[in-house]
């Protein structure tokens, strides 16, 4: 989805007043869930970075560092994670999730293409749904997760309370059967033990390994 300056400032302030940060630091905070320290990390369809933010949180309590990469089509959506990400050394890049080798740093625009195998962990949180060709974006976000590697997505519950948020923000469900498909893994869907009730309702988190 293309967010101009205004949708861009208005989705950043209704997730950060629904708690999407201290939702995956939940996620995040999970005993068995742990990111290896000094993983390569790609944020996919970043937007305003709340997911890549929680997870630095969690790591530095840890005492614990990753080196977390995330990627956005939208400049506005990178303009408004840009201080913080820099304060907490992600680089951001600018580029579609169906063709990864085109991305650029942000903001110099300096060609950056990702290579085969180049992270640990591969994460989503709310793109997928608005990818045009769901099975092109998989294949893409498999080549450039190594051979064991772990995949995350945090997507929308189909359900009614998911269905209400799809028509709200013209985004497509996605069916959990349909994800494994398109990524050729068993997804296991993991319970975030988070007091957030509204986003406990609407999103679910899928872990799967390469």
């Given at each position: ?22 939702f ?6 999970q ?38 990469h ?99 923000w ?41």
């Amino acid at each position: 989805m293309a967010y101009g300056s205004f949708a861009s400032k208005t989705y950043a302030a209704c997730a950060a007043l629904a708690g999407y940060e201290g939702f995956y630091r939940s996620l995040f905070r999970q005993p068995g869930k742990r990111i290896l320290d000094g993983a390569r990390v790609l944020d996919a369809g970043c937007g305003h970075c709340p997911l890549s933010f929680a997870l630095d949180d969690v790591l530095r309590e840890r005492g614990e560092l990753a080196s977390i990469h995330a990627f956005d089509r939208s400049p506005q959506m990178l303009g408004l994670a840009e201080r913080r990400a820099k304060e907490k050394g992600i680089a951001l890049y600018g580029a579609d999730a169906l063709d990864l080798r085109a991305a650029r740093a942000y903001p110099d625009g300096g060609p950056h293409p990702f290579g085969d195998g180049e992270f640990d962990l591969v994460m989503s949180a709310g793109m997928l749904e608005y990818v045009p060709d769901t099975e092109r974006a998989a294949r893409e976000l498999l080549r450039v997760l190594r051979p064991g590697g772990t995949l995350l997505l945090v997507t929308i519950k189909d359900d009614p309370v998911g269905k209400a948020a799809s028509k709200a923000w013209g985004f497509r469900l996605l069916e959990t059967g349909r994800l494994a498909d398109a990524f050729g893994m068993r997804l296991e869907e993991i319970v975030v033990p988070s007091r957030n009730l509204y986003l406990r309702s609407l999103k679910r988190a899928l872990v799967g390994r390469k």
